[in-house]
């Protein structure tokens, strides 16, 4: 075990990437033009949105935790299992069971799901779907969740059958193929699910954008519009799949909002992730990691279930009924962690930042990107140190101009 410790602790501080310098796809920009850069303009809507968020964030974690133990705590777990227990424990039967949870999850948390999904985003005009349109996406993410965990919890209760005091180490052998495969099918299967994906038309941004594809080692990869103004006004771009599903894709609102310099400077930055590969880095964490969490996982989840289970009228680990403890472990844990995945992704983030910054030249027009990405998503440039600690997955737009323009990075508010 001490040893699986450093192997971990090795993994945590080992570089996300030995950058050498990439070949620059213009020319430097003279440093004259960076004064031109003006701070984002924080405004009392844009604190109060950003601010209830992160209040959200943490309400919903609890409401959700909640959630579970009270679909425990009523027997109701347990009543759903009995209902579809077998005879034999059959794929069919956890398939019912899973899909009767979700929807009684769902609507246990319907409020704040309606909330944080439709009505802040249109009170703070960030959203223009309709109604029907939005709850049709809900549909079909519940959809996509269910048909995807249960054949998981169905792998899980097997092993946990077959090895009830080493399950928690089969388990981590066997998800190692599901999230690689995870990783190549989710832009191919599921992201289409939700969007439409259209080449990027030829033309100087199209060949800009080949170019640092090129430099990055993908130089057939697709270059793809995400019809997202359908969902949002908020603007993103982002490189996403491994192998042939490599793809890089443009929500359609940064193409309608932002001009081509920065749209570049945003996809040198996801060039960045490509290169220095992050998303092997990722999976090596996650992998890495899981070893450590899932016996932690495994120690604490037959806690519970000795403690609760025989007032639950939940028998054990192996039990279908005792699934809503399974995933309160598991929300517990990411929530307990994100401080420390965070931190991961943020020094990740700044990486790909330096890279983009290296490959595409242009300081001012990176800077003015962060300026859009912060005003148009309502996002606070310098939130409060905690929120920093706890919530942000990339740097402060704030420091990220700063370090961009080269400026002395300040944390905090203060
Ligand atoms: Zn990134």
Redesign the pocket.
């Known amino acids: 075990m001490r040893l699986l410790f450093l192997v971990f602790i090795l993994l945590l501080f080992a570089p996300f990437g030995v950058s050498a310098a990439p070949t620059p796809i213009a020319a430097p920009i003279s440093t004259a033009q960076f004064a031109d850069v003006r701070p984002p303009v924080v405004t009392p809507q844009m604190l109060r949105y950003s601010r209830t968020r992160v209040a959200l964030y943490f309400i919903g974690t609890a409401y959700s935790l909640l959630a579970l133990w009270g679909v425990l705590a009523s027997g109701l777990s347990a009543r759903l299992g009995r209902w579809v227990r077998p005879q034999r424990f059959s794929f069919l039967r956890l398939l019912g069971y899973y899909a009767l949870l979700e929807l009684t999850l769902l609507a246990i948390r319907s409020p704040l799901i309606f909330y944080s999904g439709y009505s802040l985003e249109h009170a703070y005009g960030l959203s223009s779907q309709s109604f029907g349109a939005w709850l049709g996406d809900v549909g079909k993410s519940v959809a996509v969740n269910i048909l995807t965990t249960t054949p998981v919890l169905w792998l899980l209760f097997w092993l946990m059958k077959r090895s009830p005091r080493r399950w928690s180490l089969w388990f981590w052998g066997a998800l190692i193929p599901v999230i690689a495969f995870g990783l190549f099918a989710s832009p191919v299967v599921i992201d289409p699910l939700f969007n439409k994906f259209t080449p990027l038309p030829p033309g100087p941004l199209r060949a800009q954008i080949q170019l640092l594809a090129a430099n990055a080692g993908i130089p057939g990869a697709p270059i793809l519009v995400a019809d997202k103004s359908r969902q949002t006004h908020e603007i993103n771009a982002y490189v996403t799949g491994i192998g042939t599903s490599a793809r890089i894709v443009l929500w359609d609102t940064t193409i309608q909002r932002m001009p081509p310099d920065q749209i570049l400077a945003i996809v040198g ?2 060039m960045g ?1 490509y290169v220095l590969k992050h998303l092997l880095w990722g999976f090596a964490l996650t992998v890495g990691g899981l070893l450590l969490l899932l016996p932690l996982a495994q120690i604490f989840l037959s806690w519970l279930l000795r403690r609760f289970g025989p007032r639950w009228q939940v028998t054990g680990p192996g039990d279908i009924a005792a699934t809503p403890a399974l995933l309160l472990t598991v929300s517990l844990f990411s929530f307990l962690l994100a401080p420390l995945s965070n931190g991961l992704s943020r020094e990740i ?1 700044h990486q ?1 930042d330096v890279y983009g910054l290296q490959v595409t030249r242009n300081p001012p027009a990176m800077a003015r990107a962060f300026v859009s990405l912060s005003e148009q998503n309502l996002s606070d440039p310098d939130p409060p140190r905690f929120v920093k600690f706890w919530l942000l997955d ?1 740097p402060a737009l704030k420091d990220r101009i700063d370090f961009v323009l080269g400026r002395k990075s300040e944390t905090g508010r203060e």
């Open positions: 930055h996801e992730h983030e790909a990339h």
